[in-house]
Nanobody, 122 residues
Framework: QLQLVESGGGLVQPGKSLKLSCVARRSTMDYRAIGWFRQVPGKEREEISC????????NYADSVKGRFTVFRDNARDTVYLQMNSLKFEDTATYYCAAGGGLGCPPPYFHSWGQGTQVTVSS
């Protein structure tokens, strides 16, 4: 069964960058779209990006468009989220999940990772 593991979170100053990784274990993510989400305690989970199985199609939430870039290396079974120009409001726990299909948006997401914390603070 596919397992996704996020890493790369941490404490960063406003305006700086971080790159998150989402690695597949126990199975491959080659034939699945991958979504990135974030959640702040007490708020609804926000889908911020999705990348198709081939990597040829991506989409972004307005809140991160132009600052975040999603890309994947299927040879490494890894999807990355490059986050630039970070803002205080980007502070959240970030999760990746596998889509129930090749494209974005998929009909559903599954195999959620455990999350990685990103804190933007001066």
């Amino acid at each position: 069964q596919l397992q996704l593991v996020e890493s790369g979170g941490g404490l960063v100053q406003p305006g700086k960058s971080l790159k998150l990784s989402c690695v597949a274990r126990r199975s491959t993510m080659d034939y699945r779209a991958i979504g990135w989400f974030r959640q702040v305690p007490g708020k609804e989970r926000e889908e911020i990006s999705c990348i198709s199985a081939s990597g040829g199609s991506t989409n972004y939430a307005d809140s991160v468009k132009g600052r975040f870039t999603v890309f994947r290396d299927n040879a490494r079974d890894t999807v990355y989220l490059q986050m630039n120009s970070l803002k205080f409001e980007d502070t959240a726990t970030y999760y990746c999940a596998a889509g129930g299909g090749l494209g974005c948006p998929p009909p559903y997401f599954h195999s959620w990772g455990q999350g990685t914390q990103v804190t933007v603070s001066s």
